[in-house]
């Protein structure tokens, strides 16, 4: 079945450091990939995505591109900042069902 | 306001004692699951459904039931929970926008997550 493995946390980073958390995917058919961010006692908000193959999903300063040679899906962000706390979650959706990474969780200290 | 709304956020039952998550959506999605977070272990489905009176099994369904009688809302029934069903939980809304290909494009909408305690 598919499945999701993102890179194992915690992370924890200074201001204004580089961030990059990994995550590589089994699916069969063209599966849609997403980050999913969850900040202390929320539910998940999708933070970007990618619908096919080098497509590059972005939003507040967070970039993915969806690589399907690698089949990866890597979240990068090039100056964190302590709002950016959270647990990241990668997800694809394939036929419906979502399925997720264990998460990330990212602590970004002043 | 478009959401997903669960209730109750909290809770804490005992061994046995029945009880039900509700789950409403004021977006008309077609689609709706439930998922457990678990540390370690991200989110797994328990059970989903692709429309009114059509349900179906996640990953993790025993413990679990669900029913849609109506499009917007899709309860979680734990029938006689145990300690294992401790875990966060949440209800998830999409639209199907079209066929099988294009329906996986769209992304999930989540409730703001349940955290169930059975003691």
């Known amino acids: 079945g598919d499945s999701v493995t993102q890179m194992e946390g915690p992370v924890t980073l200074s201001e204004e450091a580089f961030l990059t958390i990994n995550c590589t995917y089994t699916?069969?058919?063209?599966?849609?990939l997403f980050w999913y961010v969850q900040y202390p006692g929320e539910g998940l908000q999708l933070l970007l995505k990618a619908t096919k193959a080098d497509d590059k999903g972005s939003n507040k300063g967070f970039e993915a591109t969806y690589r399907k040679e690698t089949t990866s899906f890597h979240l990068e962000k090039g100056s964190v900042q302590v709002s950016d706390s959270a647990v990241y979650f990668c997800a694809l959706n394939n036929d419906y069902k979502l399925s997720f990474g264990a998460g990330t969780t990212v602590t970004v200290r002043a | 306001e478009a959401q997903v709304t669960q209730n109750p956020r909290y809770l804490i039952t005992v061994t046995g004692k029945k009880l039900t998550v509700t789950c409403s959506q004021n977006m008309n999605h077609e689609y709706m699951s439930w998922y457990r977070q678990d540390p370690g272990l991200g989110l797994r489905q328990i059970y989903y459904?692709?429309?009114?009176?059509?349900?179906d099994k996640g990953d993790v369904p025993e413990g679990y039931k669900v029913s849609r009688k109506e499009k917007r809302n899709f309860p979680l029934i734990l029938e006689s929970p145990s300690p294992n069903q401790t875990s966060l939980y949440f209800c998830?809304?999409?639209?199907?926008?079209?066929?099988?290909?294009?329906?996986?494009?769209?992304?999930?909408?989540f409730g703001q997550g349940t955290r169930l305690t059975v003691v």
């Open positions: 699916a069969t058919g063209y599966p849609s």
């Open positions: 459904s692709m429309n009114v009176e059509v349900t």
């Open positions: 998830a809304s999409s639209p199907r926008t079209g066929g099988v290909a294009t329906s996986s494009r769209t992304e999930a909408f």
